[in-house]
């Protein structure tokens, strides 16, 4: 029997779901079109999960690599920027038991980020899906300006890089990069994760009445929506 999850990312195994199709095929139509995007959503809101399923539904065409930069604040220079950077890279594809012969101490620059990507590229002959977790916590201005200048250079030639898209997945709206009018990063492809509509939270409930058989009272349904106000945690 399933169970309601309070924190995510959420296993539809083992826990009730709602499907969101319409942030879905967004996400996958900017993936398509070679876009470079951003994603906001409120803590709690169900974006892990959703990202994870861009994940799924991306990886046997293309390459997801899913990081986070929750532990980049702090970091004072190039070197030990790339040197995270590329463990939180290995790392990842270490769990999809991909190799690709990178060492740490070759790059030392984060203009360097196009030879890792096509590293990457040569040793899986796939196109690279980056998505970045927690990017405000990336505090350092100078660094992360070099970071967009090497990304934007990249997204210039992007099919030749073979970096299809690029997404940025922060709590709040990015609003410093989306307003520079030479970022790869459009305001009008910008998706945001809402918290759960009414409906949906009826639907959660109406999967356990289905899978248990207890029937929700109506004022019970009322007070649930009033009080959680859509928010899935």
Not at 150 to 171: G, N, Q
Not at 207 to 212: A, L, M, S
Request: aromatic content about 10%; proline content about 3%.
């Amino acid at each position: 029997m399933r169970r309601f999850c309070t924190s995510g990312p959420v296993d539809k195994k083992t826990c009730y779901y709602i499907e969101r199709p319409d942030i879905m095929k967004e996400a996958l139509d900017h993936i398509e079109n070679w876009r470079y995007f951003t994603v906001s959503a409120p803590r709690q809101s169900g974006k892990t999960t959703l990202l994870k399923d861009i994940v799924e539904k991306t990886k046997e065409k293309y390459l997801p690599i899913f990081i986070s930069f929750e532990d980049y604040d702090g970091l004072e220079d190039e070197k030990e920027f790339i040197e995270v950077f590329l463990e939180d890279i290995i790392k990842k594809l270490k769990n999809q038991n991909i190799k690709i012969g990178i060492k740490k101490e070759e790059y030392k620059n984060i203009r360097e980020i196009n030879k890792i990507i096509d590293k990457i590229h040569e040793a899986t002959k796939k196109e690279v899906v980056l998505m970045i977790d927690e990017f405000e916590k990336f505090d350092n201005e100078k660094l992360m300006n070099k970071f967009l200048h090497t990304i934007r250079k990249i997204y210039h030639d992007r099919e030749i890089y073979k970096l299809r898209s690029v997404i940025l997945i922060s709590v709040g709206y990015l609003s410093g990069i989306l307003e520079d009018n030479a970022s790869p990063f459009n305001i009008a492809e910008h998706l945001e994760v809402p918290y759960f509509t009414k409906e949906q939270v009826y639907d959660l409930l109406l999967q356990h009445e289905t899978e248990t058989g207890q029937i929700f009272d109506e004022k019970v349904k009322e007070l649930i929506w009033h009080n959680a106000a859509g928010q899935p945690g």
